[in-house]
Structures are given as structure tokens and as C-alpha cells.
């Protein structure tokens, strides 16, 4: 069992920035590590992803304005944004896919809000 706890969302004015983190209860060292996100009313989508080897993917939309990064020996995953705009708005959450289980575990989100 693994517990993700969320933090550093708030609000924040367009083109402005927020650093979220995400702390695991336990090692990290074999999981990948994903953020999602979720507006209102939309599905949960994947933001961005950063495997055990310290590969890196983001959605699209995200690409060039947010940077994930892990510290194993912090068990922490970190999501850089810059950049920010009003559409980025939602509930940011943690996700971590365990290796050679494949079980995943949630955390409870971080709310982040950009206004226009």
C-alpha cells in the first residue's frame, strides 16, 4: 500500500506559476509516476508521466509549460508549471503504477485555479 499525498495548488493569475508535490508514504524507486488532472464536469486526463528511469511524456496541451521531476530519495514527484492559463484549471492528482504489481495508487488532489 502506498498513500500519495498532494500539495502546492492555489490560485493564480494567468501566465503566472505553481510548483505541485506529490509525497509518497514509501519508495518510489519502482513506480512510475504520473500527474493527472481533472476539470469540472470533464474526465480525469493524463498530464504527464516519468518512468523509473527518469523517462518523461506530457499531454500536449501541457508541452513546453510544465516540467515533472522525481527525487527517489525524497520519495516525492514534483510538477513544475509555468505558464499557467485558465484552462489548466482543475483538480491535479497523483498516480503511481507500481512495478512488477501494476497496482495503482491515488492521491486525494490539489486544487489549482488560474484566473483569466
Known amino acids: 500500500q502506498v498513500q500519495l499525498v498532494e500539495s502546492g495548488g492555489g490560485v493564480v493569475q494567468a501566465g503566472g506559476s505553481l510548483r505541485l508535490s506529490c509525497v509518497a508514504s514509501r519508495s518510489i524507486i519502482a513506480s512510475h509516476m504520473s500527474w493527472y488532472r481533472q476539470a469540472p464536469g470533464a474526465q480525469r486526463e493524463l498530464v504527464t508521466m516519468i518512468t523509473t528511469g527518469g523517462n518523461t511524456n506530457y499531454a500536449d496541451s501541457v508541452k513546453g509549460r510544465f516540467t515533472v521531476s522525481r527525487d527517489n530519495a525524497r520519495n516525492t514527484v514534483y510538477l513544475q508549471m509555468t505558464s499557467l492559463k485558465p484552462e489548466d484549471t482543475g483538480v491535479y492528482y497523483c498516480?503511481?503504477?507500481?512495478?512488477?504489481?501494476?497496482?495503482?495508487?491515488w492521491g486525494q488532489g490539489t486544487q489549482v485555479t488560474v484566473s483569466p
Open positions: 498516480n503511481a503504477h507500481t512495478l512488477p504489481s501494476s497496482r495503482e495508487y
